[in-house]
């Protein structure tokens, strides 16, 4: 066990949808990521919070936003959902940030997105 | 540009054997981390080991042990004496270290490689 949680384990919409993906990180750990593994792109970084603030984006797409709460547990959320969006969402966090390379990001269980 | 290479999309090992998983970067950066992850068919993605770049000895944890080699870039994983539950995809990801503004913290990751451990 990580310590990372997130909620839902397994998710069943449709297109057109929004849902929203829930992580909290590793008690102490301050910065967030959200990763997307999908069969076809592997695995993507999306998005990455640190004490509440955005800090670094991938390939995060338009319909996709995110946040990160006062208590440090973040949100993803997911819009106008389409067939592509089906995926494995990850939630990672870390210690630190802005050390050279050094923090280990533990990830949490996933969320499986299926869209029909 | 930051890329990861996983050659081996998929390995054979018998129960008991030792295996290695390749893994080769390209950076231009001189402070770099490089991690190793392991995925069961379960899904969960499991933290198995790190490298530093600036770090002289290999790394090992318990069972695992990273084969670093930073003239040739390769960050190759070793599992001595393999059991079945090491069955699962294994993950190359490499980080380099924040610049200025403290960005690019992501991790970069390889393809992976399947390994089927054999009773």
């Known amino acids: 066990d990580s310590g990372v949680t997130q909620t839902p384990k397994h998710l069943i919409t449709a297109t057109g949808q929004r849902v929203t993906l829930r992580c909290s990180p590793r008690s102490g750990d301050l910065s967030v990521y959200w990763y997307q593994q999908s069969l076809d792109q592997g695995l993507q970084f999306l998005i990455q919070?640190?004490?509440?603030?955005?800090?670094a984006k991938g390939n995060i797409l338009e319909r996709f936003s995110a946040q990160q709460f006062p208590d440090l547990h973040s949100e993803l959320n997911l819009s106008s959902l389409e067939l592509g969006d089906s995926a494995l969402y990850f939630c990672a966090s870390s210690v630190e940030f802005g050390r050279a390379g050094t923090d280990t990001q533990y990830f949490g269980p996933g969320t499986r997105l299926t869209v029909l | 540009a930051q890329k990861i290479t996983q050659t081996q999309p998929g390995m054979f090992v018998q129960e008991k054997e030792a295996v290695t998983l390749d893994c080769t970067y390209d950076?231009?950066?001189?402070?770099?981390?490089l991690f190793w992850y392991k995925q069961p068919s379960s899904g969960e993605m499991i933290f198995l080991i790190y490298?530093?770049?600036?770090d002289e000895q290999n790394a090992t944890e318990g069972r695992y042990s990273l084969n670093f080699q930073k003239a040739r870039k390769s960050a190759n994983l070793v599992i001595s004496a393999s059991q079945l539950g090491d069955s699962a995809m294994y993950f190359c990801a490499m980080r380099e270290a924040a610049n200025n503004a403290g960005n690019n913290r992501k991790l970069i990751w390889g393809l992976g490689t399947s390994l089927a451990v054999n009773p």
């Open positions: 950076t231009s950066d001189q402070s770099y981390g």
């Open positions: 919070y640190y004490n509440g603030e955005e800090r």
């Open positions: 490298q530093g770049s600036y």
